[in-house]
């Protein structure tokens, strides 16, 4: 990966804010406005925030884990950092974008990195109509929740409740329920990367729905549509021994 300039950026938890000072201490850093490069300390959840921040620019995000899991960070390494950066290996990321409309007719949009999920509100069940391309897939779903997973989100939220996980350029979404009870057989889909998702809330008035891309949350949604961005691609920079789509086909065979 060819750069200039890095920014270094860090977790507001302690370890990260002491290996952020440490780092600064070692190798010149810019503001990440500024930077070719930007080198993030923390855990999935900041490196969630940073690509957040970040996307509009396109600017590489190379992760270093400070955090429990980091499936989307690196080993954190203090040594070296200038040469292992020049040998990262880039993944381009395709985001969602999530369109949201609320029982008052306002129109909410968000970008999913993960996944956009819709989730019930109350003790009743949510009931869903899915339709795929403006085709009426399911007519109605009765479930806590459902949701649809890019193939960098299919091992988190996805994979808790046993959504399949996907290979980075397999080209395909996952179509996930949470908790469903009718149809109660039906366990999801795999759809086309390049399709767009329709959601739509029976009843929202006694059973409200929530609709969340990543962290972003929409209550009392109506109607959500969901479907792939065009021209936004963030990047994440990994070591050669430890890119994202080996940690992916990794994944499938963990016990």
Known sequence: MDFKTIALVADDHQDAVAALKSLTDRYESVSPDEADLIVAMGGDGFMLETLHKHMGKGTPIFGMNLGSVGFLMNVFGEENLTERLKKAEPIVLHPLHMRARTNDGAEHTALAINEVSLLRELRLAAKIRIKIDGINRMDELICDGVMISTPAGSTAYNLSVNGPILPLGAGLLALTPI?????????????????????????????????????????????????????????????????????????????
């Open 179 to 255: 908790s469903a009870f009718r149809p109660r057989r039906w366990r999801g889909a795999v759809i086309p990367q390049k399709s767009s998702i329709t959601f739509e809330v029976l009843d929202p008035g006694l059973r409200p729905v929530s609709a969340v891309a990543d962290f972003t949350e929409v209550r009392n949604v109506v109607e959500v549509e969901v479907h792939e961005t065009n021209g936004i691609r963030p990047t994440l920079l990994f070591d050669p021994e430890h890119n994202l789509e080996e940690r992916i086909l990794r994944e499938q065979f963990q016990p």
